[in-house]
T-cell receptor
Framework: GAVVSQHPSRVICKSGTSVKIECRSLDFQATTMFWYRQFPKQSLMLMATSNEGSKATYEQGVEKDKFLINHASLTLSTLTVTSAHPEDSSFYIC??????????????FGPGTRLTVL | QKEVEQDPGPLSVPEGAIVSLNCTYSNSAFQYFMWYRQYSRKGPELLMYTYSSGNKEDGRFTAQVDKSSKYISLFIRDSQPSDSATYLCAMSRGFGNEKLTFGTGTRLTIIP
């Protein structure tokens, strides 16, 4: 149980295009999902916290107009990287927290999406 | 100064050895401490979590927290090649909904 999927697992795009990454909780409902970015040999850095039905909360230094987050249902959150540039190339990972009283009070991580912007 | 410091390694040990992984932190508000294992090009997998100071054991893994020293450890007994991965410590002020602050991760290789 407590499986989180991400799609796509890898994407290569041209500079200036937009890319959408999906994060799904497969066997539980998640009121809160988190989006992280991980550069090579570096730690996971929280980008934003996404709550179902409300606006995402972005960490300091993360441009909300560039990284659009939509948490439309209890099992799906999407991250759209708008007008992507090579410096946006990174490993994007989501995590999901089950609803209170659900599987467990922890965060479960997806497998990550490798974004390469040419 | 980073909130969480973790030696990035790499750390290589022979199969069967005891592995000790550590993190130090500066924020005394952290109450929950977690260890994640991350295989190459995969998302982190939660191994263990502990609340406040103390020890917790799960199979070959033991997590220790010393809040007075702001120091946490993960011990792996009878290490196996399949334990080769990057191990990340993480901590938060609350559990579940609070944001996690991660260490940089220690890359571990178990040599058969």
């Amino acid at each position: 149980g407590a499986v989180v999927s991400q799609h796509p697992s890898r994407v290569i795009c041209k500079s200036g295009t937009s890319v959408k990454i999906e994060c799904r909780s497969l066997d539980f409902q998640a009121t809160t999902m988190f989006w992280y970015r991980q550069f090579p040999k570096q730690s996971l850095m929280l980008m934003a916290t996404s709550n179902e039905g409300s606006k995402a909360t972005y960490e300091q230094g993360v441009e909300k107009d560039k990284f659009l987050i939509n948490h439309a249902s209890l099992t799906l959150s999407t991250l759209t990287v708008t007008s992507a540039h090579p410096e946006d190339s990174s490993f994007y990972i989501c995590s999901a927290r089950p609803q209170a009283g659900g599987t467990s009070d922890t965060q479960y991580f997806g497998p990550g999406t490798r974004l390469t912007v040419l | 100064q980073k909130e969480v410091e973790q030696d990035p390694g790499p750390l290589s040990v022979p199969e069967g050895a005891i592995v000790s992984l550590n993190c130090t932190y500066s924020n005394s508000a952290f109450q929950y401490f977690m260890w994640y294992r991350q295989y190459s090009r995969k998302g982190p997998e939660l191994l263990m979590y502990t609340y406040s100071s103390g020890n917790k054991e799960d199979g070959r893994f033991t997590a220790q927290v010393d809040k007075s020293s702001k120091y946490i450890s993960l011990f792996i007994r009878d290490s196996q090649p399949s334990d080769s991965a990057t191990y990340l410590c993480a901590m938060s002020r609350g559990f579940g909904n609070e944001k996690l602050t991660f260490g940089t991760g220690t890359r571990l290789t178990i040599i058969p």
